[in-house]
């Protein structure tokens, strides 16, 4: 059945944060309806990405790992998540891997975005990855994550043709304005409620 609660979302952002404010704008222009972003969690102080979400309307957190175990930082990410009744969350630029006690506490519920078309080269340094392996397409995949490497079940993909001047740089910003669209559409989609996942497969109801 479609979904037609709303859907309270947290983005957990380390930098940037392009692809926190691609998902914000697409929440307030209507592309994901019966959404809202409830919090933009960084674990990086001077992250850029946390005065545009101040300024898009968002309430921001900042959670340092300040030298604890991943365990304890993660609990207070949690227990910020519970607090604010979040439902999904996604990793946008979150530079850090979540424990099985994270992933566990968020079934299904946790999406994240990666510049390449996985399974191929997960991991740091993807657009690298792909111009030295020398593939003729690269993209950007959102998927569910999982306690595997960039390995959960994939929600959506976009192809990106490398070309043959393509440095890292110029790759990675052709792939990011990808991101930006494809990470709207699959997040409203999980939140439409209409899909399942059936093993690896994220099928459309
Ligand atoms: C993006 O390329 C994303 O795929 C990867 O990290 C980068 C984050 O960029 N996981 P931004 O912070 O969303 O601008």
Do not use: C, F, M, Y
């Given at each position: 059945m479609a979904n037609t609660q709303t859907t309270r979302i947290a983005i957990l952002i380390s930098g940037r944060g392009s692809n926190m404010i691609a998902l914000s704008k697409a929440v307030a222009s209507g592309l994901i309806p019966n959404a809202r972003i409830v919090l933009v969690?960084?674990?990086?102080?001077?992250?850029?990405?946390?005065?545009?979400?101040?300024?898009?309307?968002?309430?921001?957190?900042?959670?340092?790992?300040?030298?604890?175990?991943?365990?304890?930082?993660e609990a207070e990410i949690i227990a910020a998540l519970r607090e604010h009744k979040v439902d999904l969350v996604c990793l946008a630029g979150y530079m850090r891997l979540l424990s099985s006690c994270f992933i566990e506490a968020f079934p299904h519920r946790i999406l994240n975005i990666h510049p390449s078309l996985l399974p191929s080269f997960p991991g740091l340094d993807a657009h690298h990855q792909a111009l030295i392996h020398g593939v003729k397409f690269s993209g950007c995949t959102v998927h569910f994550v999982d306690d595997t490497l960039d390995g959960g079940p994939i929600i959506a993909q976009r192809v990106v043709p490398v070309l043959d001047d393509d440095s890292e740089e110029t790759l990675a910003a052709r792939i990011l304005e990808q991101e930006h669209e494809v990470y709207a559409e699959a997040l409203a989609l999980v939140v439409s409620g209409n899909y399942e996942v059936v093993g690896r497969r994220v099928v459309k109801k």
């Open positions: 969690v960084s674990d990086k102080p001077n992250a850029v990405g946390l005065q545009a979400a101040s300024e898009l309307g968002h309430e921001t957190l900042i959670v340092e790992r300040r030298g604890r175990s991943r365990e304890e930082h």
